[in-house]
C-alpha cells in the first residue's frame, strides 16, 4: 500500500500462496485424511498403545545430533524472537560459522519426527509411566527437504511405540499392525526387513567397521543409483577394492528368507554382532508363523533406514501398486532416552506416512463409498412456521446418531437442493405447508431420485445412522 501524488492509497493485493510442500486440504480430502487417521487409531487401540501429544516446538538442543548430519540439515530452526543479534559480534557473523550461528540465534525448531519428542518425554516423566510403555502420536512434523513428488516440507506421522522392553515380540506385534493396518486400508504391501547389527558384521566382515556410516548412506541408495554407483561411491568414501568385492554378495542376496539368513550365517561367522542380527531376524520370523500371519515381510541388505539412532530390526513399507517412496517404517533403539539422563532404556516403533497413505488411496481409489463424515440428511427451510417441527426432530435424529443440517436461510427450493447435491448429501427432507398439514415428511433420496411421504418417527427407519 502506498500513496500516489494525489493521496489516493492505492493497494497492491498479493496473490495468496502455501509454502512449497506444504497444502490446504478441502472438507473432502479431510473426510478421507480422517478415515486414514482413525483406521491407523483404531489398530493401535486394538494392540493396547495409548496416546499422548508433544509440542510443535522443541528446544533445539534436543533434536540436533539426533538424525546424523544430513538430519541436522533439514531441520527448521526457529529465530528467537525479540533482539536475537544482540550479543552477537559482528566478527562472529563475518566468520560465517553457520553451526556456531544457528545454536546462538535459535534455541527452538520445529519437530523433524515424533521419536526423539517421544524419547524426550519418557525421560521428563519416568517417575509418571508404567513400564513397558506403549504409546501413540498422530501429529505433523517438518523437514526442511527438498519438495517433490511423494516428499512434503510438512507432513504426518502416525506413530507406535513400545520403550522400557527388550523383548522382540515387540517388533513382532509392530509387524502385525503394519499388515492389519494396510489390510484395513486394502493396500496391497512389501514390507522390507533388515537389523542395523547386520550392518555392523557386514562392515566387520570387510575389514572397515569405522566406515559403518559411509557404507549404509552409499548401500541403501541401491534400489536408486545402482551398484555401479554405489561401489564409485564407496570408492571415495575410502573402501578398498577387496572391501568392496567382499560386500557385493552380501548386500545382492536373492531367494528365500531363510536361505539369506543361512548365508549370513556363513558370511558373518567372525562378527559377533552380525550374528546377533540374524539371530534377531530368525526369531521374529519363527514368531509371526507362530502367530499364523501370512507376513508379506521380505528380508533386505540393503536396507538401512537413515536415521542414525537405529540399532536392531528395522522395517520399511511399500505399496505394491502404486510408484511411491516408503508409506511406513521404524525400527528398534536403545538407549535413546541416555541423552536425556535415562540410560539403558531400549525402545521400538514404527511410524506410518499418512500423506503418502493419503497420495495411494487417491491413485488406487480405494477409499469406501460411504459418504465420508459429511451430513447424511437435510432439511429444507421454508421459513420459521417450520421450526417447531424440525427443530425437535433435528435433535432426535442427531442423539441417535444420524448427521442432520438444516439449511439455514428460506430461499429457493432449487438453491437448497443444489445445495445439497454438491455436499453429496444423500437425503432431502421437505416439510411445506402440505407435509404440515398431513403431519408428514416428504423424504427425496438424492441418488435414486425416489420419493416417499413418511412419518416423522420413519426417518430413524429410512436412514441408517453412521457416526
Given amino acids: 500500500m502506498y500513496l500516489c501524488p494525489y493521496n489516493q492509497i492505492i493497494i497492491i493485493m498479493q496473490k495468496p500462496s502455501v509454502p512449497k510442500g506444504t497444502r490446504d486440504f478441502s472438507p473432502e480430502e ?139 515380540l515387540n517388533e513382532v506385534e509392530l509387524a502385525q499392525m503394519m499388515i492389519e493396518v494396510f489390510r484395513r486400508l486394502r493396500i496391497r504391501i512389501d514390507i522390507r526387513i533388515n537389523n ?123 505399496a505394491l501398486d502404486v510408484e511411491m517412496g516408503s508409506i511406513a517404517g521404524g525400527g528398534r533403539y536403545d538407549n535413546l532416552t541416555g541423552v536425556f539422563g535415562l540410560s539403558g532404556v531400549s525402545g521400538v516403533g514404527v511410524s506410518f506416512g499418512a500423506d503418502r497413505i493419503f497420495d495411494v488411496l487417491n491413485r488406487l481409489e480405494l477409499y469406501p463409498d460411504d459418504g465420508g463424515d459429511g451430513p447424511q440428511i437435510l432439511f429444507v427451510n421454508f421459513g420459521a412456521g417450520e421450526d417447531a417441527l424440525l427443530l425437535p426432530l433435528l435433535a432426535r435424529l442427531r442423539a441417535e446418531g444420524v448427521r442432520a443440517e438444516l439449511y439455514p436461510e428460506a430461499v429457493k427450493l432449487r438453491k437448497q437442493m443444489a445445495y445439497a447435491d454438491a455436499r453429496n448429501i444423500p437425503f432431502v427432507a421437505i416439510a411445506g405447508e402440505n407435509e404440515l398439514a398431513a403431519a408428514k415428511i416428504t423424504l427425496k433420496n438424492m441418488r435414486s431420485g425416489e420419493q416417499m411421504l413418511v412419518d416423522a418417527e420413519d426417518i430413524l427407519r429410512q436412514i441408517s445412522p453412521n457416526p
Fill in 30 to 168: 479431510m473426510a478421507k485424511r480422517n478415515y486414514i487417521f482413525n483406521t491407523i487409531r483404531k489398530v493401535f487401540h486394538l494392540f493396547g498403545y495409548q496416546q499422548i501429544e508433544t509440542p510443535a516446538i522443541e528446544m533445539l538442543a534436543t533434536l540436533m545430533g539426533k538424525y546424523g548430519e544430513e538430519g541436522d540439515t533439514l531441520l527448521f530452526k526457529v529465530l528467537n524472537s525479540g533482539r536475537y543479534l544482540e550479543g552477537i559480534a559482528d566478527g562472529d557473523l563475518l566468520e560465517r560459522n553457520e553451526k556456531r550461528l544457528t545454536m546462538r540465534l535459535c534455541e527452538k525448531g520445529l519437530r523433524y519426527d515424533l521419536t526423539v519428542p517421544f524419547a524426550r518425554y519418557v525421560a521428563m516423566h519416568r517417575s509418571e509411566i508404567v513400564f513397558p510403555f506403549k504409546r501413540y502420536q498422530i501429529q505433523p512434523v517438518w523437514r526442511a527437504d527438498r519438495p517433490q513428488k511423494g516428499r512434503y516440507r510438512e507432513f504426518y506421522q502416525c506413530d507406535a511405540d513400545v520403550i522400557g522392553s527388550e523383548s522382540l
Fill in 196 to 318: 542395523r547389527k547386520i550392518w555392523g558384521g557386514m562392515a566387520e566382515a570387510v575389514g572397515m567397521p569405522e566406515k559403518l556410516a559411509d557404507m549404509t548412506v552409499a548401500v541403501d541408495k541401491l534400489d536408486k543409483i545402482g551398484l555401479e554407483s554405489v561401489e564409485e561411491e564407496l570408492a571415495a568414501k575410502g573402501f578398498d577394492g577387496d572391501a568392496i568385492r567382499r560386500l557385493r554378495p552380501m548386500i545382492l542376496l536373492e531367494g528365500s528368507n531363510e536361505s539369506k539368513l543361512e548365508r549370513l550365517r556363513t558370511m558373518l561367522e567372525g562378527s559377533p554382532t552380525g550374528l546377533k542380527g540374524v539371530e534377531e531376524l530368525e526369531e521374529i520370523f519363527a514368531k509371526l508363523k507362530m502367530a499364523g500371519e501370512e507376513a508379506p515381510l521380505t528380508l533386505d541388505t540393503t536396507l538401512a533406514r537413515g536415521l542414525g539412532y537405529y540399532t536392531g530390526a528395522i522395517f520399511e513399507v511399500k
